[in-house]
């Protein structure tokens, strides 16, 4: 089993539709948990950071993390063509030095 | 947030011949990290590298081909050496930040497209 498993989509919705993007991993020790936005030809840019459980949330975007079920998802609500990327979950390893990254979804949205 | 320029930003190489490509920062960070992210798969790290000490690899990834340099603390080169066509990927750099000081964050470069033909 992977780390860290990622739907890769892709997932395509019209404006203002409520997005729903999630991963599981397999290690009950991790704690801190990241959602990345990748737009064509640029790097991955931090969009939110969780850690343990709990949800967090910034604007249109929330990030929740279920330990129990080893989950997390990120909610994009009224979702926007500029939101159209793709999203790469990312735990932090046991030993805290870098990052295991889910394959990432790409999203589209339409307006 | 720190700024990361990574260069080149694409490139078209002959299969046999290396290729470098530089990362620098616009600050002083202790951690500077390589990634690379093939088709359709996650971004893999391929190492992390120290300033003044050997770079450290990932299982799958060695040292003759993927030589690290990290002369300072604002700046690495990684050469994808003897490359064939399975080199074709994106390579991106990385590195460790806290804007808010009080969780981790990590800034990646726009990355280095390689094709290798």
């Known amino acids: 089993q992977k780390e860290v498993e990622q739907d890769p989509g892709p997932l395509s919705v019209p404006e203002g539709a409520i997005v729903s993007l999630n991963c599981t991993y397999s290690n009950s020790a991790f704690q801190y948990f990241m959602w990345y936005r990748q737009y064509s030809r640029k790097g991955p840019e931090l969009l939110m950071y969780t850690y343990s459980s709990g949800n967090k949330e910034d604007g249109r975007f929330t990030a929740q993390v279920d330990k129990s079920s080893k989950y997390i998802s990120l909610f994009i609500r009224d979702s926007q063509p500029s939101d159209s990327a793709t999203y790469l979950c990312?735990?932090?390893?046991?030993?805290?030095?870098?990052?295991?990254f889910g394959k990432g979804t790409t999203l589209s949205v339409s307006s | 947030s720190a700024v990361i320029s990574q260069k080149p930003s694409r490139d078209i190489c002959q299969r046999g011949t290396s290729l470098t490509i530089q990362c620098q920062v616009d600050?002083?960070?202790?951690?500077m990290f390589w990634y690379r992210q093939q088709p359709g798969q996650s971004l893999t790290l391929i190492a992390t590298?120290?300033?003044?000490?050997?770079?450290?690899?990932e299982s799958g990834f060695v040292i003759d081909k993927f030589p690290i340099s990290r002369p300072n603390l604002t700046f690495s080169t990684l050469t994808v050496s003897n490359m064939s066509p399975e080199d074709s990927s994106i390579y991106l750099c990385s590195v460790e930040d806290k804007p808010s000081g009080d969780h981790y964050g990590y800034t990646f470069g726009s990355g280095t497209r390689l094709t290798v033909v």
């Open positions: 990312a735990i932090l390893n046991q030993a805290g030095t870098a990052l295991i």
């Open positions: 590298a120290n300033q003044g000490s050997e770079a450290t690899y």
């Open positions: 600050s002083q960070v202790t951690m």
